[in-house]
């Protein structure tokens, strides 16, 4: 006998241009606020039912053996990775954008893992999913 199970890591709906314009203010200023200095530029993109947050971080100066390895320059190095996006997490959009769910990016698997809230729950806001995804930023 088929049995219905809740998994709010499936299914979603598209989020409307109104909404993914909220969502991104929401998440930019609770960025802003929180984690002022640790990026140098955040990109919030929507496709269909998902929300992508990714951070763009000042690079730190690399070895000279680092180099020798890259076969890179110095300015090339630095620029390649001040043009290479963090990861931080998807949202993914359920009707409710008080009521999201979240899938962490793990840079192992190379993929998108769901995850849980700080909460317990496996919904939350936009504000708490960057929270979770910010431990790249530390």
């Known amino acids: 006998m088929k ?3 809740y998994d709010p890591h499936s299914g979603g709906r598209a989020i ?11 998440i930019l200023n609770h960025a802003a606020s929180h984690y002022a200095g640790k990026y140098t ?5 929507f ?10 971080r000042r690079p ?22 001040r043009d290479t996006p963090t ?3 998807r949202l993914r959009f359920l009707g409710n954008e008080e009521t999201m769910s979240l899938a962490f990016y ?6 998108y893992e769901p995850c849980m ?11 708490e999913a960057f929270d979770i995804g910010a431990t790249y930023l530390r």
């Open 3 to 5: 049995q219905w199970v």
């Open 16 to 26: 409307p241009p109104t909404t993914q314009d909220r969502i991104r203010r929401r």
């Open 41 to 45: 530029r955040l990109d919030v993109r």
């Open 47 to 56: 496709r269909g039912k998902f929300c992508y947050i990714d951070a763009y």
């Open 60 to 81: 730190d100066e690399p070895s000279p053996g680092l180099l020798k390895v890259t076969g890179e320059t110095r300015e090339a190095h630095l620029e390649r990775l």
């Open 87 to 89: 990861h931080l997490c």
């Open 106 to 111: 793990t840079y192992s698997n190379e993929k």
């Open 117 to 127: 809230f700080h909460n317990g729950s496996f919904l939350g806001t936009p504000e």
